[in-house]
């Protein structure tokens, strides 16, 4: 008896696995929906859009974007959480998904366990800018400058979660210094009332504020990020500066839900490899103050390893610092 539960237990794994195999080898046969987190006019529905041709070409078949913002990015990661694990559902989230886990505990998935990584995309990095009329001029002023007493120092951040919100409170904490955070409906209104002299500081995308400051419009302290910006040469990394926890990239990867089989993941994983190699993506990447991520780290493993070290550390960074979701 133990025996022939054993064998039909076998032949149904093995039937699964035909059937899976098969469907895999047609894969795709019909439009594929890319969930993205957050409303158009940003970096997410910038990131999908600039994506969206080359993986449709490579695949054969449509690929239709649907913008579902609200909640931090979870509402779109529910979705697809909850979705078929056929192919035919994929999200490109950030770094909010990292963070959510901690941000939003009633939430119905976990980001690990519920997705299948399918790759990495972009990676973009940050600075730790200032309005034009801030007295110090290098990081070591500001440092000093910051914790002068009675000093109240005014971060405006895109809202609770975000990125930019996330990494001025890390960079705070590691600095050592206690500010007032001021929160914006977005890295737009945020940075109006940088360039304004309404808040003092900001984390705001290197892109962004590479021409501001050559302008003449606002100052940049640091960067947050693995690397210094080239448009910002001078400009040390936090990293150069002793904060070995600001090693960090704002980022975007593909993902579908857990139990997609591993042979259309790979089909996915292989339309964003030829995606990111076409030269017009690379140009857009460019100009767009966007990294590319080596070769070997082009692999659903190794977003997989990013997307559990990035819930590690804001998971930290949200319970040290009593951040609730909004």
């Not at 304004?196 to 419009?217: C, E, F, T, W, Y």
């Not at 926890?245 to 593909?254: N, P």
């Not at 964003?272 to 070997?296: I, N, S, T």
Request: net charge neutral; with cysteine.
């Amino acid at each position: 008896m133990i025996f022939a539960r054993a064998l039909a237990v076998s032949i149904f794994a093995a039937c699964l696995f035909t059937i899976s195999a098969a469907s895999a080898q047609t894969y795709p046969t019909r439009p594929i929906t890319m969930l993205v987190a957050f409303p158009p006019g940003g970096a997410d529905d910038a990131t999908a859009r600039i994506l969206q041709d080359p993986m449709q070409k490579a695949l054969g078949q449509p690929i239709v974007i649907e913008n579902l913002g609200g909640a931090g990015g979870m509402i779109a990661a529910a979705k697809a959480a909850h979705e078929a694990p056929d192919g035919y559902t994929i999200l490109l989230h950030q770094d909010a998904l990292a963070a959510g886990m901690a941000l939003y505990p009633d939430r119905t998935f976990d980001a690990e366990k519920d997705f299948i990584p399918i790759g990495l995309v972009n990676t973009t990095t940050n600075t730790l800018a200032g309005r034009l009329t801030l007295p110090p001029n290098n990081f070591k002023e500001l440092l000093a400058w910051m914790k002068q007493p009675g000093r109240n120092v005014k971060v405006g951040h895109p809202g609770v979660g975000s990125f930019g919100h996330l990494a001025d409170v890390l960079a705070m904490q590691q600095m050592g210094v206690k500010v007032i955070q001021v929160p914006y409906r977005g890295a737009g209104p945020a940075l109006v009332d940088l360039l304004a002299g309404q808040v003092d500081l900001s984390v705001i995308s290197a892109v962004v504020a590479g021409p501001l400051v050559k302008a003449g419009k606002m100052k940049v302290y640091a960067i947050i990020g693995k690397k210094r910006f080239a448009a910002l040469p001078d400009v040390p990394t936090m990293l150069e500066l002793g904060y070995k926890k600001l090693d960090i990239d704002f980022w975007h990867m593909l993902l579908a839900p857990a139990g997609t089989p591993r042979p259309i993941v790979d089909k996915l994983n292989s339309a964003l490899r030829v995606a990111l190699a076409d030269p017009k993506v690379r140009k857009l990447y460019a100009d767009g103050g966007m990294g590319e991520y080596p070769a070997d780290q082009e692999t659903p493993e190794a977003a997989a390893a990013l997307l559990k070290s990035e819930i590690a550390l804001w998971g930290s960074v949200v319970r040290e610092n009593h951040i609730a979701g909004q």
